[in-house]
């Protein structure tokens, strides 16, 4: 049981790790995130990659709302800015290990100008300006042909890295979670940093954070333009995951998505990114396994699929916000401090 919590400098107190114990089930993690492309079958290796890339969107996500309190429902269409950036350069041979950084500057620079109003503007109204650049992106997207590809979309060559052909899914695996931990390590840097501090002075009261002295109209854009810089990045991997993209990977649909994502797993917190990410991954493949069985009584199961999940998005977003709206992280820190007193009650 643990009975203090003694931290004798300021280097142990800053440290991400400060236990013996996180720092062993962190090592074991690592361990097991390296072998399981090896021993997970091509199946969950897929969909370990998918996870990770929707772990480096909704981070992004949770710095603009989460931290800074923005709120953004065009979260998807900067995602389309960093993949058709990766596509387009891709066609004049530039190296992977350089399209990725400029596809989230790309994503960067459009989210600066979206996050213009954000000055002026806040809440509902700001979700209606963020809800109307995924609409004006998602025409761009359908209409500028010599880009885009239009409604028939791009093909992306495989990634190459220093001659190393990266075109399976085990391979993709690797730089998949190598791009997610280290977004997600400055994420949850960004929290010690005087930035993200302002982020969260400037969400739980804007006007107090001018009054002490914090930039507004300079940390929104900055919390704009870090979240569409992740978004960016996690499309550049997607296009070089699916490797054939076309504008209907971008809908409305999937900025819910992340908005879901960062509701059940909790606000504000790197955590729960991850949980959330993963949780709603799994949902829809945990649907179709279910409905599949439902296919065995009754043959037309498989068409309720589709309107099943978004009917499940919104069902789990209701349900987190009535009955745990600090989302799946505050059930974690229920169940630790649960071991942490054992056998005291809490």
């Not at 819910?256 to 797993?265: H, K, N, P, R």
Request: net charge positive; hydrophobic share 55%; charged share 10%.
């Amino acid at each position: 049981m643990r009975i203090g919590d003694f931290r004798a400098s300021y280097a142990h107190d800053e440290s991400l790790l400060i236990t013996w114990v996180q720092r062993s089930w962190m090592i074991g993690f690592v361990l097991l995130l390296l072998v399981f492309p090896w021993v997970g079958g091509s199946y969950f290796t897929y969909l370990a990659c998918l996870t990770g890339i929707h772990v480096i969107a909704a981070m992004g996500l949770n710095i603009v709302t989460g931290f800074a309190g923005q709120i953004s429902l065009g979260h998807a269409a900067f995602m389309g800015i960093g993949c058709y950036t990766v596509a387009f350069l891709d066609k004049w041979g530039v190296p992977f290990y350089i399209t990725l950084p400029l596809a989230g500057l790309a994503s960067a620079l459009i989210g600066v100008l979206v996050g213009i109003p954000s000055l002026r503007i806040k809440g509902l109204y700001l979700a209606v300006a963020t809800l109307a650049a995924q609409f004006i992106l998602m025409f761009v997207f359908r209409e500028w042909d010599s880009v885009t590809g239009g409604v028939r979309g791009v093909n992306i060559a495989p990634a190459q890295l220093w001659g190393w052909v990266i075109n399976t899914d085990r391979d993709m695996y690797y730089v998949i979670m190598a791009c997610a931990g280290l977004l997600l390590l400055g994420a949850r840097n960004l929290l010690r940093t005087h930035v993200g501090r302002s982020f969260i002075a400037i969400r739980d009261k804007d006007i107090s954070a001018e009054v002490l002295g914090i930039d507004l109209f300079r940390g929104k854009l900055m919390a704009f333009a870090l979240g569409s810089f992740y978004a960016g990045v996690a499309g550049g991997l997607m296009g070089y995951f699916y490797r054939a993209i076309t504008p209907e990977h971008f809908t409305f649909t999937l900025s819910i998505f992340y908005l879901a994502a960062i509701i059940v797993g909790g606000l504000g917190t790197v955590l729960g990114t991850i949980l959330g990410a993963a949780f709603m991954t799994l949902v829809p493949e945990v649907l179709r396994s279910v409905v599949t069985l439902l296919t065995l009584w009754a043959p037309n199961a498989m068409e309720l699929l589709s309107p099943m999940r978004e009917m499940v998005f919104g069902a789990l977003i209701i349900a987190f916000l009535i009955f745990e709206p600090h989302g799946l992280v505050e059930m974690w820190r229920r169940i630790r401090r649960f071991f942490h007193l054992w056998p005291f009650k809490t």
